[in-house]
Nanobody, 116 residues
């Protein structure tokens, strides 16, 4: 079993920055994908930024150049630095982990609200 604990959400004005953290614990091995999705009210959950394998990163077009995903392997933690935030970035942000056996885990979600 894997536990994902997120932190760092909050309320920020447009143009501001936030940093999300996701600490993973438990049976972590052969990470296939680890990163962030988000879900805005009335919308489907969508990919924001993930590590696919050891080093490859995928970003949603809407966040490229503004968000940066990073990781600390020693701490099994992944981060999402969000700069130049826009009201459209308002959503619940979920940490996601897919292991070597294709078992998927989600964090509890972190609310990010960007005011105009």
């Amino acid at each position: 079993q894997v536990q994902l604990v997120e932190s760092g959400g909050g309320l920020v004005q447009a143009g501001g920055s936030l940093r999300l953290s996701c600490a993973a614990s438990g049976s972590i091995f052969n990470i296939r994908i680890m990163g962030w999705y988000r879900q805005a009210p009335g919308k489907q959950r969508e990919l924001v930024a993930v590590f696919a394998g050891a080093y490859r990163t995928n970003y949603a077009d809407s966040v490229k150049g503004r968000f940066t995903i990073s990781r600390d392997n020693a701490k099994n933690t992944v981060y999402l630095q969000m700069n130049s935030l826009k009201p459209d970035d308002t959503a619940v942000y979920y940490c996601y982990y897919l292991n070597g056996d294709y078992a998927a885990y989600w964090g509890q979600g972190a609310q990010v609200t960007v005011s105009s």
